[in-house]
C-alpha cells in the first residue's frame, strides 16, 4: 500500500531532558526542511481508584497538556509552521501511524515517567524502528546545541539494499544541511574460526573500499556534497560509538548483512542508541518509497 508522505517532522515528547533534547533537534530539521513541525505528547488515562484519590503523574492529560504548552514555548522561535497534539494512544502506535505520512519522526534516546523515549530502552526501539514508515532520529540526553547545524554526518554502509537507502537519505541530508558526510564500510576479522594472513585483510579492506566508492557515486549522482569514503577493521558498534563523540549525526539502515545495517534488529542497536553521544538516524528500506527521493528541494506542501 502507497502512502503519501508530506514535509513533515514528527517529534514525540515526555517532558524529559531527553525529549526536550530531541524536540531542540526536530525544531531544527524542521527549519532547514522548510517543513511543519507536529509536536504529540501521549497520555495515560487514569485508572479506577478506591480511596477517591486524585490521579496524577506527567503523563496524565493535564500533565502531558502542559509538556505541550512548554514545548511551545521552546520552538515558537526557530519554527513558525508547528502544531501541537495529545493523544490517548500507545507511543509505539501512535508514531508508527503518524510514520505513514511523515518524512521524520525525531525520539529522545530515554525518557521519564514510561514515556516515549524511556521505552525506547526495551521492545519500542526495535519495533518503530523496523516498522516505521519513515526514518526515526533518536536524540540523547548530551548538549544538542553542540551538534546543530549538523556540519559531519556518518553513514554506516555495508553493501545492503537498506544501507543504500540510507546512503540515499544521508547524501540528501548532507546537501540539506550543507554537512560533509563520511561513509564507512565495517569488515571485523574477530571470531572467525580461520583467521587470514595481514596480506589478506588489506585485500578485504581494498574491496569494501571499492564497493563503497562505487555506491556513493551512484548516490551522489546529480548533488554537490563533500563525501569521504572509509573502510576499517573493527567491530560496527564500537566503531559507531566512537565516531558518535566526533560527528554531529550518524545514518544507518534498519536492515542489512551483518554489517551496520543490520545491527539495529539486535542488542548492538540498543548499544548504538545508548552509548552514541550524537543523534542517530535509523532508516528502514521502504524509505526508498516516500520521504524526500526527489531531494531536498521538497515538492510538496501542506496547503
Known amino acids: 500500500m502507497a502512502y503519501r508522505h508530506e514535509n513533515l517532522v514528527v517529534c514525540g515528547i515526555d517532558g524529559s531532558e531527553f525529549s526536550l533534547n530531541a524536540l531542540e533537534w526536530a525544531a531544527q530539521e524542521a527549519k532547514v526542511r522548510g517543513a511543519h513541525l507536529d509536536i504529540v505528547a501521549c497520555y495515560e488515562r487514569p485508572g479506577y481508584s478506591p480511596a477517591g484519590d486524585e490521579p496524577s503523574g506527567p503523563l496524565l492529560e493535564a500533565g502531558a497538556q502542559k509538556i505541550l504548552e512548554n514545548a511551545e514555548q521552546q520552538v515558537k522561535d526557530t519554527v513558525l509552521d508547528y502544531a501541537l497534539h495529545l493523544s490517548a494512544e500507545d507511543p509505539t502506535s501512535e508514531l508508527i501511524q503518524r510514520s505513514k505520512s511523515a518524512a521524520r519522526l525525531v525520539l529522545g534516546a530515554r525518557g521519564g515517567s514510561g514515556g516515549f523515549a524511556d521505552r525506547l530502552l526495551g521492545s519500542v526501539a526495535s519495533t518503530v524502528s523496523s516498522r516505521s514508515y519513515c526514518s526515526v532520529v533518536i536524540v540523547p540526553s548530551g548538549p544538542v546545541r553542540e551538534v546543530l547545524p549538523v556540519k559531519h554526518i556518518v553513514c554506516g554502509v555495508d553493501g545492503?539494499?537498506?544501507?543504500?537507502?540510507?546512503?540515499?537519505?544521508?547524501?540528501?541530508?548532507?546537501?540539506?544541511?550543507?554537512?560533509?558526510?563520511?561513509?564507512?564500510?565495517?569488515v571485523s576479522f574477530a571470531g572467525g574460526a580461520w583467521l587470514p594472513g595481514g596480506g589478506y585483510h588489506q585485500e578485504v579492506l581494498d574491496d569494501v573500499r571499492e564497493g563503497l566508492k562505487e555506491a556513493v557515486e551512484n548516490a551522489r549522482q546529480g548533488y554537490d556534497v563533500d563525501i569521504r569514503c572509509h573502510a576499517i577493521e573493527g567491530n560496527p558498534a564500537a566503531l559507531m560509538t566512537e565516531f558518535s563523540t566526533a560527528v554531529d549525526l550518524l545514518v544507518v539502515?534498519?536492515?542489512?548483512?551483518?554489517?551496520?545495517?543490520?545491527?539495529?534488529?539486535?542488542?548492538t542497536s540498543q548499544s548504538i542508541i545508548q552509548h552514541a553521544t550524537c543523534p542517530v538516524a535509523v532508516v528502514p528500506r521502504r524509505t526508498r518509497n516516500n520521504e524526500d527521493i526527489g531531494g531536498p528541494a521538497v515538492p510538496w506542501s501542506r496547503v
Open 160 to 186: 545492503s539494499e537498506s544501507s543504500l537507502v540510507a546512503l540515499d537519505l544521508a547524501v540528501r541530508e548532507a546537501v540539506r544541511w550543507g554537512a560533509r558526510l563520511s561513509c564507512v564500510g565495517a
Open 253 to 267: 539502515g534498519s536492515r542489512g548483512r551483518g554489517g551496520f545495517a543490520g545491527l539495529l534488529l539486535g542488542s
